[in-house]
């Protein structure tokens, strides 16, 4: 095989030490350094006095991040590779070291780098991906404050909508400040919620117990603390995209998708996705929301999905289920594709749909036009009216079709 990189680095990197290969046509030459900052710097110095001009490293976890923080404030050109195509690329990986293989297989450009993002959105994915983290605790605790209530005889989310609406979550605290009269804490009901009142006293009627109020006054407090957390990354994650408003609205504009979800999709596949993605066929496929190709003999085996992103595809999973009941063209799609192959896999078809249009209003800057929930109905019109007439002429009637005026 050719050479196509003449001096070529390959890193085996693990959480405590890296061991370092570079190759070039004199030979190789081998040497392991600790993952401390400073002995990284000493990695840095070797590479640069090697005048070596790409290094490669398998994507291990997170301890390639170090890496290439140091190499990118350098200027020098990095791959990070998936390991599942390192295994695919046929050599004796047993018998060589993996530092060695890394830069033989970087030297003859047998090597094919994953999607790294700048430092800029990394950053604001590791903003986005906290944010989502605390949301997603929050709603456990929310869970948890109904199982305190179930053990305490209390019945408040059968009567209210949400456990932690105004009034329901001011009661929560009237509980937990020690409070058991149930006329009392239904008067604490706002609004509509005062048209329950009878159906609040025999839910509020119970028996708590100290270790229940404790319990309930430290979860309530820890709400209280997520929700203003979240609100921090929510300032600082508008800051950080402002400049691209545009893109959030043309995301806002697909059914199901908000603020915060385009947000998160914009920090995932960044913002110049046509120059990184080069159809959305191949941005589907990066996160996984393609079926698996699994054939051999002529016979289709498991089309289980390939790992992929996993927090795009649980994000967009998540859009896609809500929806489900919406009278447009995803919605219409979710109903269509529930009803052949069931809900999940209807949600990976919204998913993978939702993406592609996304794509799409990304690299063509325009905002979402709904196709319409009769879509799919005027693409199989002429099959329709056919299948209906045949079924009515089987009944022993005779039809005439015209169309309406």
């Known amino acids: ?53 790409h290094v490669a490293m398998e994507s291990t976890s997170v301890y390639w991040k170090p890496v290439v923080n140091l190499l990118e404030a350098e200027g020098i050109e990095f791959l990070v590779v998936n390991a599942q195509h390192m295994k695919s690329l046929p050599g004796r990986k047993t018998d060589v070291k993996d530092a060695e293989w890394i830069a033989q297989l970087l030297r003859h450009g047998l090597l094919k780098a994953s999607f790294i993002p700048n430092r800029t959105q990394r950053e604001l994915r590791e903003l986005v991906r906290y944010r989502r983290s605390i949301i997603e605790e929050r709603a456990r605790q929310h869970n948890r404050i109904q199982k305190v209530l179930e053990g305490a005889n209390i019945k408040l989310g059968s009567v209210v909508s949400d456990i932690m609406g105004v009034s329901a979550k001011d009661m929560l605290h009237a509980i937990a400040d020690g409070e058991d009269d149930p006329e009392t804490l239904s008067n ?124 795009l595809r649980s994000a967009l999973t998540e859009a896609a289920q809500s929806v489900r009941g919406s009278k447009n063209y995803l919605g219409a799609l979710y109903r269509r594709t529930a009803g052949r192959k069931g809900k999940k896999r ?10 592609r249009i996304a794509y799409y209003l990304l690299t063509r800057k325009e905002m979402y036009v709904d196709l319409g929930e009769d879509y799919f109905d005027k693409q199989r019109q002429v099959s329709i009216v056919r299948h209906s007439v045949r079924r009515l002429e089987n009944l022993g009637y005779t039809v005439t079709i015209s169309e309406a005026s």
């Open 1 to 53: 095989m050719d050479v196509i990189i003449e001096s070529a680095c390959g890193l085996d990197v693990h959480k405590d030490s890296i061991t370092a290969c570079i190759m070039t046509s004199d030979g190789k030459e081998v040497r392991t350094f600790s993952t401390k900052t400073i002995f990284l710097l000493e990695l840095i110095d070797w590479i640069k006095e090697q005048r070596c001009s």
């Open 188 to 311: 604490l009901a706002r609004r509509t919620m005062k048209k329950k009142k009878d159906e609040l006293e025999l839910a509020l009627r119970g028996y708590v117990n100290p270790h229940q109020r404790l319990m309930l006054k430290t979860i309530l407090t820890h709400i209280d603390f997520l929700t203003e957390q979240i609100e921090l990354l929510d300032k600082e994650i508008a800051d950080r995209v402002s400049e691209y408003q545009e893109d959030i609205e043309r995301l806002d504009s697909i059914p199901g998708i908000a603020t915060r979800m385009a947000e998160q999709i914009l920090a995932e596949i960044g913002t110049n996705v046509g120059s990184q993605f080069p159809s959305a066929a191949h941005l589907c496929s990066w996160a996984a929301l393609v079926p698996g190709h699994n054939e051999s003999a002529g016979k289709r085996k498991s089309s289980r999905a390939k790992k992929g992103n996993k927090y």
């Open 346 to 355: 209807a949600a990976i078809v919204v998913a993978h749909a939702m993406l």
